[in-house]
């Protein structure tokens, strides 16, 4: 096994694709990413940016702000 | 030690990104959020140990999934039994976008293997190239490429149906299709 073995996300060559699709009889999916149907892809990203900007998109909750305040009266303190 | 102010407000900035990192471990966001104070408590104790002007974010991120798999190995049952609620609390969340198929998504998401999960949010959501996740992860690069690519594939093959001849199939039966091609 060659070092570039070890990651399909980069995917097969051009030629292996080709085969992998003939061979899944023109389903686009497989291994790699990187040859899934572009439109799949998209969606995937599209989907899980969606789900975790639902996260960063709500407000901090004050308790943060709490704590950071609280670490650094300790940190002043001391020195 | 004394935290830069810039310092500070970098990490103030970072906490939604670290949430939505931990929900994403922890499945649950009151967990989530023990997580994210935890490691905000850690980097401020060891702030000492970053070298400002490189990645916090990759720091801070790396202390989260450190807390977050030191208290699963801590509590065991406690976070099997977590673990297993994860697929149905995820599915479970309104969808707050309006896409029709986001709670199916979800479940597939939270079906996930843990690994594969959080190598496909640290690339494709929280936005770390293979090499910074890689370094969160504390694997080869190699390995999270095919994390990745394995959750992609896996999660591919789900909404290839959806787009496909399921579309508009009740959640019942898309989740039992979701199960059939696992």
Redesign the interface.
Known sequence: MSKDDQGSADGPSEKDSKRMRSDMGGIAIERGGAQMEPRIQTEIGKHLRAIYDDVINEPVPSKFMELLEKLERSTTQKS | ???SKAL?ED??AS???L??FA??LAGN?ERA?DL??ET??KA?AKFDTFQEGTNLRAWLFTILRNEFYSQVRKRGREVEDAEGTYAARLASQPA??G?M??SD??EA?GQLPADQREA??LV???GFS?EEAADICEC???????R??RA??R???L??LE?GETYGADPMSASVITRTIA
């Open positions: 030690m004394t935290v500070r990490l103030l906490i939604p990104n949430r939505a929900v994403s966001s959020d994210v104070q905000l408590m401020w707050q976008n896409h198929d986001m998504f979800r998401l496909l949010v494709g959501a929280s293979y080869a690069v190699g390995t999270i490429k095919s990745v690519s992609r594939t999660l591919g093959e909404l290839a787009l």
